[in-house]
């Protein structure tokens, strides 16, 4: 079930939306048609993020619509370096590392893993 909402206005997006802001959406304007996506809601559901937003980006393009897209995202969006300040302002030394130079990096296997706290499998 669910509820069918009838909008004003035309059926022309200009531009797609795709929020990344949990627990938040954005509101419909009449005279001012956008695409709106909430991606976080897709992880929800345990669905993969950027293929579901992809996904309703092609809706639109399938529909003719413009190729044009804002990803929102949380104000301010947290970095490593926010992390990485914090620790060293706990008196950390608090490196940034790529992952391709974790040598031990792995995938997660689909069932899961299960670690220790101390990091031991």
Request: with cysteine; net charge negative; aromatic share 4%.
């Amino acid at each position: 079930g669910g509820v069918i909402e009838m909008h004003h206005g035309s059926h022309e997006e200009k531009v797609v939306l795709i929020n990344l802001v949990n627990d938040m959406t954005l509101e419909p304007i009449e005279d001012d048609q956008r695409f709106i996506v909430d991606g976080w809601a897709a992880g929800k559901f345990n669905l993969n993020v950027p293929k579901f937003c992809v996904a309703a980006a092609a809706t639109v393009e399938m529909l003719g619509g413009p190729k044009k897209a804002k990803i929102i995202i949380p104000d301010p969006p947290l970095t490593p370096e926010d992390i990485q300040s914090v620790l060293k302002g706990r008196g950390w030394d608090a490196d940034i590392v790529a992952a391709s130079k974790m040598s031990d990096m792995v995938t997660v296997h689909p069932t899961g893993i299960l670690k220790c706290v101390d990091g031991r499998g």
